[in-house]
């Protein structure tokens, strides 16, 4: 039995992968009458004189809703709500296992950025945080764009900003082990959607020296009349030389190379082409856009990607547990940059010195402390930025 038909076999023996468990007690009348009413309505009215009081008295503190639509889930794409959902129960999983948060699975059947919005805005009374999740671009951007504004909790899009977090912790010790400073290097992103250009951002907020953009028309570059509204708005940001072509031609001479993209639109020949200890994190699951094996053979010094059966693996589980048990911690009113860039070097600097090298950039998902130390980073960053409230 494969991977495959054993997942389809637990699942249908699992009939979901996470449920509700009381922490109170109501097995006789003197116990209903303090969990349940009457004895509910204290804190209630508590809560109705202080609405904050609501983290104290409920689970609220500890409670993250992951919400998606459905549009654009794992590698499967558009395959609606209902279908996404036990990708949903697994993302709430991992909160519990990882980081000791509560996460409920939230579904919702729209495609309409209005709709969702109002959606998830209305419900956020209940929860200490807000994880979006698979749902498609452009969307997602304005849906997260929207929800921070109007939401006092954070608001998170695993896809965009936990990738980069991870893809940031990896370079930050790539580049110590090449020698090389931040500013001095040339990033080549193969992908710009959600995950691409948040990684792009990240990194410009890491201080990267310039970033070329790659998608499937070839690089993008300011001014082409020929690139959607998103896509424009992250030209403005990247390829100040306005490199025109295709990936090859933005790879020569470049130092670090990220694929979020599709399998096997990167050769040997291009990584050839980039400067002495390129750096290559070629993400696209489960076939990345270059093999390990075929990057090493042609120079690249470092090698990361999304599959657990290689080295290096770019996951997202390393981020999103930590930065959300950091941010309930201190009761943030938002996962600013301050957040995402102290969750990225705690990340680095779970690497012991003495254990960093070619082969280990980034923490295993599975090593002791990561959510914990994240989680540390992340409350000190907020309340030096000043969105902690407690």
Not at 10 to 25: L, N, Q, V
Not at 49 to 70: F, Q
Request: charged share 25%; glycine share 10%.
């Amino acid at each position: 039995m494969d991977t495959k038909e054993l997942a389809l076999k637990k699942h249908y023996e699992w009939r979901g992968k996470i449920e509700i468990t009381p922490r109170a007690s109501a097995k006789n009348a003197a116990e209903l009458a303090v969990a349940y009413t009457p004895g509910v309505a204290e804190p209630c009215l508590e809560i109705q004189k202080d609405i904050n009081k609501s983290y104290d008295l409920t689970r609220r503190w500890n409670t993250v809703a992951v919400i998606t639509n459905g549009t654009a889930v794992l590698g499967l794409g558009d395959i609606g709500p209902e279908a996404g959902m036990p990708v949903m129960e697994g993302k709430c999983l991992l909160f519990k296992e990882f980081a000791g948060v509560d996460a409920i699975p939230l579904c919702i059947r729209s495609k309409d950025i209005d709709e969702i919005v109002r959606t998830v805005s209305l419900l956020a009374g209940s929860f200490g945080g807000i994880n979006l999740e698979d749902i498609a671009a452009p969307d997602c951007f304005e849906i997260e764009r929207r929800l921070k504004e109007i939401c006092d909790i954070p608001v998170f899009h695993d896809d965009q900003h936990g990738t980069a977090v991870v893809v940031g912790g990896a370079i930050i010790n790539s580049l110590k082990l090449a020698g090389k400073k931040v500013e001095d290097c040339r990033m080549v992103i193969s992908g710009a959607g959600a995950a691409g250009t948040a990684i792009a951002k990240f990194m410009l907020s890491l201080g990267i020296g310039e970033i070329i953009m790659n998608d499937r028309e070839g690089l993008l570059w300011d001014g082409d009349p020929n690139l959607s509204k998103a896509r424009q708005e992250i030209a403005k940001l990247t390829n100040p030389n306005k490199v025109k072509g295709t990936i090859a031609d933005g790879l020569k001479g470049a130092d670090i190379f990220v694929g979020v993209s599709a399998p096997n639109l990167v050769t040997g020949e291009m990584i050839k082409s980039m400067n002495d200890k390129s750096i290559v994190f070629a993400m696209a699951n489960p076939v990345p856009e270059i093999m390990p094996e075929e990057a090493l053979a042609a120079g690249a010094f470092i090698v990361g990607t999304g599959r657990s059966d290689y080295k290096n693996q770019i996951n997202n589980v390393l981020a999103f547990p930590g930065i959300f048990r950091g941010a309930l911690d201190c009761r943030a009113s938002d996962i600013n940059e301050e957040m995402k860039l102290a969750a990225a070097y705690a990340l680095a600097e779970m690497v012991p010195e003495d254990k960093l090298s070619p082969e280990c950039v980034i923490p295993g998902a599975f090593d002791e402390g990561v959510g914990e130390n994240v989680g540390k980073a992340v409350a000190q960053a907020a309340r030096r930025s000043g969105v902690a409230r407690a």
